[in-house]
């Protein structure tokens, strides 16, 4: 295999990413592409970022061998790798404290996100008050009904939650209103994109911030196992937890790389968010070429996942990318196979995982017991599940 | 010679600037995009801009994004924009029309389909604003080829070396983002424009259209005075808003006449 070097200079992974916004945002991008080569090329940048993730994040993050859970299903090894142990409770904070720092570089007193869950949003306040900066969330108001709690942690951080009334009122229609917000106030905000999509560098720059879980695997694997997994299993919504650790794994071909997205009620009933395993076409939305989830039109559908992090109709281009070129597979898990999962690691593992890792799980669950006991199954549990107490205990008709 | 070019020429022997409102097609129903695309060439528009909704309308502000998401549940999509241009084009031939909207739907019926459309319809010039120079490649030189002209922005943080790749692409007119901000904004700074605007002027070749935040006579009448055309959109979207059913075409009427005026006294 040739060595792997995507983005290009402009962005692309193949024929998806680019930088498909409107001339007003051009000059912005134009700065934070200058910016982050320069931080790139930076020693003193990448050992700041480094120190912050060990001392303020909490890293490494363990890879846990869940023993139980693999002695249960009678196959395949189960490791999870712990992002819910990290602060704020999943990957989310990578990327933020690496946004973060270039803020900081550039001088940006203010920094605005956009949030589905409100993982990203916590992140994001999280890091602000870290750094004090000024902090505005956008969060569609129909997420903001459905993630009360995490809604008042972002305020407690001193953040400001601004509902998105528009459109579907959920993740896409949050990054709309965060992109006009960072248009309108580019001289002195800072836009902290929470996932490998968005316009060229975002796709690029989120991803090498997350490569930390890929790289920490490595090591770990090597030094608990003295090998590399068989496969290493990630959610994709718009993918960021999932290119953290493929990346790292992508010039090692004999490593398996399979993306979960969400099913939902099933990709036949087209209630779902699975642009790649739906075979979704490609189209333009939030500044990247990508598949994207679409009316006949050209209208971007409205998605559905039992996980509002992964209720997103477009993906990260380079799992478009990744998808393509063969070097990485995508399947889909519904919403009950995630939840089923998610009890099954709850009172086996004693490990409440977010419903978005939940759905790797599910699939890492799906395919251990026909595979020899020797295969070592990685799965990013990217996030602990506090944060969906609510929509768990709904689903069992319970109130809390 | 295109249609848009004549026009610019026949208001520059007059001593004029253009005006050229924006509407969404089949805001705020189906059947008034033909009435209004007649009612605004009728009462004094020299360019219409047609807006084509999409569901995510990133550039624009809350108004115009109203509009599009009214217009996507009144059943709108691209192929009916084209249809209604069309009708238009059978009773005028005169007032050019410009399709304003995002890639996406474009990419969905496919790019050479939709360009041959067009141009068969009697679409003159196409902006899409997710289109910037870095993405544009192919679609302007398909546009091109059907005479088709590409309109595209330009922003107060543009830099010099932008306006001259817009400068060897562009053609019928540039469209001058006069604010950092989305449609429709509040903050428009007169001053700035006209301070940015004579170097855009100079380098692009073809005629500067300013747009963003325009909202009546007198801002119309201050950006005529150093543009070659000035655009109104969330303004006419909110007249269309805020008009009784039936009486729709009489208030945009109302709206092109007092911006006519505006636009006229700087001549």
Aim: proline share 5%; net charge negative.
């Amino acid at each position: 295999m040739t060595a792997y070097d995507l983005p290009d200079a402009r962005g692309h992974f193949g024929p998806y990413g680019g930088t498909f916004v409107a001339e007003t945002l051009i000059a912005a991008l134009d700065a934070l592409k200058a910016e982050y080569a320069a931080a790139r090329a930076d020693p003193a940048f990448a050992a700041e970022f480094a120190h912050e993730l060990k001392h303020y994040v909490g890293r490494p993050s363990p890879i846990y061998h869940a023993k139980r859970l693999s002695e249960q299903l009678g196959g395949a090894q189960i490791l999870l790798k712990r992002e819910d142990l990290n602060h704020t409770g999943a990957h989310k904070v990578n990327n933020c404290i690496g946004q973060a720092l270039l803020a900081r570089r550039m001088g940006k007193p203010r920094v605005i996100a956009e949030t589905g869950a409100g993982q990203h949003g916590v992140a994001t306040a999280t890091v602000a008050a870290r750094f004090g900066f000024e902090c505005v969330v956008y969060m569609g108001a129909a997420d903001v009904k459905r993630q009360a709690a995490n809604v008042y942690r972002m305020k407690l951080l001193g953040a400001k939650v601004t509902p998105v009334e528009s459109g579907s009122k959920t993740l896409k229609d949050a990054l709309n209103e965060a992109m006009r917000d960072w248009v309108t106030n580019i001289a002195d905000t800072f836009y902290i994109i929470g996932t490998v999509a968005g316009p060229h560098p975002y796709p690029m720059l989120v991803r090498d911030f997350q490569t930390v879980i890929g790289k920490e695997c490595i090591a770990q694997m090597q030094a608990q196992f003295g090998r590399q997994p068989d496969v290493v299993l990630a959610a994709v919504g718009g993918g960021s937890n999932a290119i953290g650790i493929f990346h790292p794994y992508i010039p090692d071909a004999a490593v398996q790389l399979i993306g979960v997205e969400a099913a939902g009620e099933g990709i036949e009933t087209g209630r779902h968010a699975a642009p790649l395993t739906a075979n979704a076409p490609i189209g333009v939305l939030h500044g990247n070429r990508t598949a994207l989830m679409q009316d006949a039109d050209g209208q971007i559908i409205e998605t559905h996942s039992i996980s509002a992090g992964l209720d997103y109709p477009g993906v990260g281009p380079e799992h478009a990318w990744l998808k393509e070129s063969g070097r990485a597979e995508y399947v889909a898990i519904t919403d009950a196979e995630a939840l089923a999962a998610f009890h099954t690691l709850c009172r086996t593992e004693g490990i409440i995982p977010a419903l978005e890792s939940a759905h790797a799980l599910a699939q890492a669950i799906k395919v251990a017991p026909a595979l020899p006991r020797d295969k070592l199954l990685l799965v990013n549990l990217s996030g602990r599940g506090d944060k969906d107490m609510h929509t768990v205990a709904e689903k069992a008709g319970i109130e809390l | 010679m295109s249609r848009i070019q004549a026009t610019f020429e026949r208001l520059a022997a007059q001593g004029k600037k253009a005006l050229i409102p924006f509407v969404t097609a089949g805001f705020p129903r189906l059947d008034l995009t033909l009435p209004l695309l007649r009612e605004l060439a009728r009462s004094g528009a020299d360019i219409i801009e047609l807006g084509v909704p999409f569901s995510d309308p990133m550039a624009d502000g809350p108004t115009i994004q109203r509009a599009s998401e009214r217009a996507l549940s009144n059943g709108m999509t691209l192929k009916k924009v084209l249809e209604a241009v069309a009708d238009f084009r059978r009773e005028n031939t005169a007032t050019p029309v410009v399709l304003m909207g995002y890639a996406n739907p474009i990419e969905a019926m496919g790019a050479e389909t939709f360009v041959a459309a067009a141009a068969a319809a009697g679409v003159d010039g196409v902006l899409v604003v997710d289109y910037p120079p870095e993405e544009v490649g192919d679609f302007a030189r398909l546009l091109k080829t059907q005479a088709l002209d590409p309109i595209f922005l330009l922003a107060p943080t543009s830099k010099p070396e932008r306006f001259q790749w817009v400068a060897e692409h562009a053609s019928g007119y540039v469209y001058y983002v006069s604010l950092k901000g989305v449609t429709g904004a509040g903050h428009l700074n007169v001053a700035e424009v006209a301070e940015r605007l004579p170097a855009i002027r100079a380098a692009v070749g073809v005629p500067v259209g300013v747009g963003f935040g325009i909202r009546d006579a007198a801002t119309a009448a201050a950006m005529a005075k150093i543009a070659d055309a000035v655009v109104v959109g969330s303004r006419f979207i909110e007249t269309l808003e805020a008009a009784e059913p039936g009486e729709e075409c009489a208030a945009v009427a109302r709206l092109v006449g007092a911006l006519r005026l505006g636009v006229d006294s700087a001549g």
